[in-house]
């Protein structure tokens, strides 16, 4: 099936500035979604629109979209930011309508 | 607030058909601001859009699944329904219900979700 290209993992150390990127062929021309999933849970919308945050979502959570890639940025990365990460599309010119990334685990050492 | 709770059998076996509901409360799914959808997550393929029922009877599904799929909606009790035929060991995944929005905004992105219900295909 059809499936938006993450890295299966990113490091980062407490503090520092945490980039996961999602890619696909003009994925600048959609409006991507992005979710926060820990352990043994559902997932939770992260940003909507490649960059707008859901009420209650801290601003340490940004997003830009453009070209090829669109990246979530977590900017002092927190122990509790530890988790999976996914981005999502819905493009009503693919056969597959609604897409998924693979997923990025983020590990904070 | 709204939630959304998934019901069904947690142990199918293979070649049935694997049924499971949604019920919504805190809000109404006769609403046009939102898609009633349902997702799985393997652990081997991540997450995977089953497909959606709008308030109008609107259906979409994945085209990967859609001849094993039926979505269904019963307004009067304010849920929704998954059915899955032919199952496989493939199936085996936990399932998700979740709401998404209709709007210009956010567009079908997923703001609630169940907390899911693992269903396993084994005889």
């Known amino acids: 099936s059809y499936v938006l290209t993450q890295p299966p993992s990113v490091s980062v150390a407490p503090g520092q500035t945490a980039r996961i990127t999602c890619g696909e062929d003009?994925?600048?021309?959609?409006?991507v979604h992005w979710y926060q999933q820990k352990p043994g849970q559902a997932p939770v919308l992260l940003l909507y629109?490649?960059?707008d945050r859901p009420s209650g979502i801290p601003e340490r959570f940004s997003g830009s979209n453009s070209g090829n890639t669109a990246t979530l940025t977590i900017t002092r990365v927190a122990v509790g930011d530890e988790a999976d990460y996914y981005c999502?599309?819905?493009?009503?010119?693919?056969?597959?309508?609604?897409?998924f990334g693979g997923g990025t685990k983020l590990t904070v050492l | 607030q709204v939630q959304l709770q998934e019901s069904g059998p947690g142990l199918v076996k293979p070649s049935q058909t694997l049924s499971l509901t949604c019920t919504v409360s805190?809000?109404?799914?006769?609403?046009?601001?939102?898609?009633w959808s349902w997702i799985r997550q393997t652990a081997g393929k991540g997450l995977e859009w089953i497909g959606r029922?709008?308030?109008?009877?609107?259906?979409n599904y994945n085209p990967s699944l859609e001849s094993r799929v039926t979505i269904s909606q019963d307004t009067s009790k304010n849920r929704f329904s998954l059915k899955l035929r032919s199952l496989t060991a493939a199936d085996t995944a936990v399932y998700y219900c979740?709401?998404?929005?209709?709007?210009?905004?956010?567009?079908?992105?997923?703001?609630?979700w169940g907390q899911g219900t693992m269903v396993t295909v084994s005889s």
């Open positions: 979740a709401r998404a929005l209709a709007g210009s905004y956010g567009y079908y992105a997923f703001d609630i």
């Open positions: 003009n994925i600048g021309s959609k409006s």
């Open positions: 999502q599309v819905w493009d009503t010119s693919n056969d597959h309508p609604c897409v």
């Open positions: 629109d490649d960059s």
């Open positions: 029922i709008y308030f109008s009877g609107s259906i």
């Open positions: 805190g809000g109404s799914i006769n609403s046009d601001s939102y898609y």
